[in-house]
């Protein structure tokens, strides 16, 4: 009898194609700076709940709607989604899978995301807008993490496919598309400069 691979958990990875990168990510640079300068409530949020970072989730949380270069970025992640969903085999029947919310994240130095999910929404990812150097890439954890009872270690070389956590790295123009259920962090940026990024979730109305 053959081993039996069941059950995977898929990441979806896509790279904005080099001329709309170059149109896009200077103008979304802008405005995640602006907003983060202008966003009283956002601030306010992030002091209590993303110390030292700054955070949109709470307050301006649906950029896709009132910003049109937003709202560009969001029509190719859209397609991107899509096409995440045929992998899937998702049966959709007349309803659609559609941006419900998307909001701007900045850490600098000595910031990080804790452990967390999405709940209420289907698919969710981040686009990098800036990622200097040596800045710290999504962390995914196995979701079976809580269920290996007496399992021992995995090997320091162990594949990919058999890890508890896996690190996928973080570079300007990239999107990482994951089903929301899927628990991830960001551990701390230890760079001089900001990490930007624009995260989003998708529900199917």
């Not at 969903?85 to 998307?102: I, K, S, V």
């Not at 079976?144 to 690190?167: C, E, F, S, T």
């Not at 900001?194 to 199917?204: E, H, P, Q, V």
């Amino acid at each position: 009898m053959p081993t039996h691979s069941l059950f995977p958990t898929r990441i979806h990875a896509a790279t904005l194609p080099r001329g709309r990168f170059a149109e896009l990510n200077p103008r979304l640079q802008r405005e995640c700076l602006q907003l983060e300068q202008d966003d009283i409530a956002g601030q306010r949020w992030s002091r209590r709940n993303y110390p030292g970072g700054f955070t949109s989730y709470a307050s301006a949380h649906q950029m896709h709607r009132v910003s049109p270069i937003f709202a560009k970025l969001a029509r190719w992640i859209d397609r991107e989604v899509a096409r995440f969903a045929d992998e899937l085999q998702f049966d959709l029947g007349e309803r659609l899978l559609e941006m419900t919310d998307c909001w701007v994240n900045v850490m600098p130095r000595g910031v990080s995301h804790t452990l967390h999910l999405h709940p209420l929404s289907v698919i969710s990812g981040t686009y990098y807008v800036r990622v200097p150097k040596g800045a710290p890439g999504l962390k995914f954890e196995d979701p079976r993490l809580d269920r290996y009872m007496g399992a021992p270690p995995r090997r320091v070389d162990a594949d990919i496919r058999n890890r508890n956590w896996v690190v996928l790295p973080a570079a300007p123009g990239g999107l990482l598309l994951f089903e929301s259920w899927l628990r991830h962090e960001v551990v701390a940026n230890t760079t001089q400069s900001d990490r930007i990024s624009i995260s989003f979730n998708y529900g199917w109305s």
